[in-house]
């Protein structure tokens, strides 16, 4: 059913009825940062298919965010590092989504629309996305555009409200190489404006002589990114193994270039279980703006967020999937996260990057109708 | 200009990918098992999305019309 559904050049199985196909599921997302953040996320989530032409898929989730946020960078020990302020913070962030979609005979039409919602950020997205089949349904053409309009606002200054608008334009190809092998191309370019700046984050920087300068994050009023996603997958049956493997290059207008790999492969170790061991990687090259400290005069963009930075990061996971006979299937994954700036490739990272540390495990539970 | 560079290989690309041998529907059982998904469970590929999208500059990709966050 995922796969089917995943792939419109699949023919699903559908059973006679108004109500043929569908699978509703919840999973519980952990995530621990060594000495920071805390992140817990349950994610209702559902789809189906019913009228012979019609899907629907939708989610509701909830984000539990507690800890402490990395606030400020300052060099007044000699060189800069993060400083953790303020008490700890506890934000909630609800999120819904729906997309439904209707099937004629070689094309499909979506409409999809996002909403989510945290005391500082509001978000709402819509979209919609044509797929054609075409080559005897061996290749799929997909043509998207989607909007985003976001407003931003700041417990820390009440006089913030401002919005962040993002059109998104989309293509792909999904391909059918073999029996046992697929592959999808997306490309995807976005054209953001309005506030991106981090109302949460400062650099102090201290001169030799003078006065400390305190600078508040300020980053250009657009963005404009292009992001290539493409992943290949191909089953061996005398394994009865599936290698996965995405692969995505960003870059935007900020000056930053990334690139992120996985690779996973999933082993069927008897009729219930599988395993699925993984590995990702991440490196980028940091934003123009980004620096740890201030000049003076102060710059007109500049952010110290170790996020814009240059660093790389792997990611090894390892998931468990359980399918018991009653259409119920287990899941649970369990990953850690380093990143450092000498993991970026081709060079060094910031000097100021602070490693970071992090573990999450994922459980969730489906039941197929 | 680069967004116009980055079509056209794109559509270089697709191009020869649709020149493979076509499979026929009955040749199609192993496309359809769950671990060929492309985007395999539904909470489990937003959890993990928007795990590393808060700690990396890149996102986004695989589809459109997705609600942001504030993420700091």
Known sequence: MRAALALPILVVPAKAGAADVGEVGITVLGYKERGLIR???????????FMEAWEVQGSAAVDIVSGASPQFVSNQSGRPVQTITGASVEDYRKLFDVKATRHFDDFALSVSGAYSDEH???????GVEGRFDFNQRNTTLAVGYGQSNDRVSSADDPTLDAPRDT?????????????TALVQSTLSAGRGKGWFSDPYKVTFTFFPTGLPILARDSRPDHRD???????YRRHFPEARGTLQTDYR????????????LEVGWQQTISETLALRPALRYHTQQAADFYSPTSTRPQPAVLSSDQRLASFGGVSPSLRAIVKLDNGFTLEATLGYIYNARNLRFGGSGSPAFETLRAYYGIVGITRAF | MRHRAALA????????LSACAPVAPYQRGYLARDDMALDGNPGMAKALEKTFAAKEAASGGATVGGSGC???
Request: glycine fraction near 6%; include cysteine.
């Open chain 2, 9 to 16: 290989t794109f559509v270089v690309v697709a191009l020869a």
């Open chain 1, 120 to 126: 500082d950020y509001r978000s709402r997205a819509f």
């Open chain 1, 225 to 231: 990114t292009l992001a290539w996603l493409t992943r």
């Open chain 2, 70 to 72: 504030g993420c700091n």
């Open chain 1, 167 to 179: 059109r998104e334009y989309l293509v792909g190809v999904t391909q059918v190489l073999s029996p």
């Open chain 1, 39 to 49: 992140v817990t996320e349950p994610v209702l989530w559902g789809r189906a298919r």
């Open chain 1, 249 to 260: 290059f960003y870059r935007d207008d900020w000056g930053i270039r990334a690139h992120t």
